[in-house]
């Protein structure tokens, strides 16, 4: 599975961005999709997972009921809905994806990963 995220940008606090992440080369359909983000100089963090149905989420504390993780399988994509943004948002963001999905915030076994994309929130 191949992984490319995209839509990311720059914008101020309290506005909105959309980002996607389209999967090609095989089927995506039973893979759980995870959103990771890394800050300058912090360590990678977990953000938001789903599972290949799209029946089940799972969020880091300091993004629930701001941001919405979806998918749309027909498409082959994933999403992540980053409402009121704040400046600790800004970060390079991956999407990445492995066989099973688990409400954790834990990055073990995602065997594919895209290539980033950048969030960059003024204040």
């Known amino acids: 599975v191949q992984l490319q995220a995209s839509g990311g940008g720059l914008v101020q606090a309290g506005g909105s961005l959309r980002l996607s992440c389209a999967a090609s080369?095989?089927?995506?359909?039973?893979?759980?999709v995870g959103w990771f983000r890394q800050a300058p100089g912090k360590e990678r963090e977990f953000v938001a997972a789903?599972?290949?149905?799209?029946?089940?989420?799972y969020y880091a504390i300091s993004v629930k009921d701001r941001f919405t993780i979806s998918r749309d399988n027909a498409k082959n994509s994933v999403y992540l809905q980053m409402n009121n943004l704040k400046a600790e948002d800004t970060a390079v963001y991956y999407c990445?994806?492995?066989?099973?999905?688990?409400?954790?915030?834990?990055?073990?076994?995602?065997?594919?990963w895209g290539q980033g994309t950048l969030v960059t929130v003024s204040s």
């Open positions: 990445a994806a492995r066989n099973y999905f688990r409400s954790g915030s834990d990055d073990y076994e995602y065997a594919y």
């Open positions: 080369g095989r089927t995506f359909n039973n893979y759980a």
């Open positions: 789903i599972k290949w149905t799209g029946t089940n989420s």
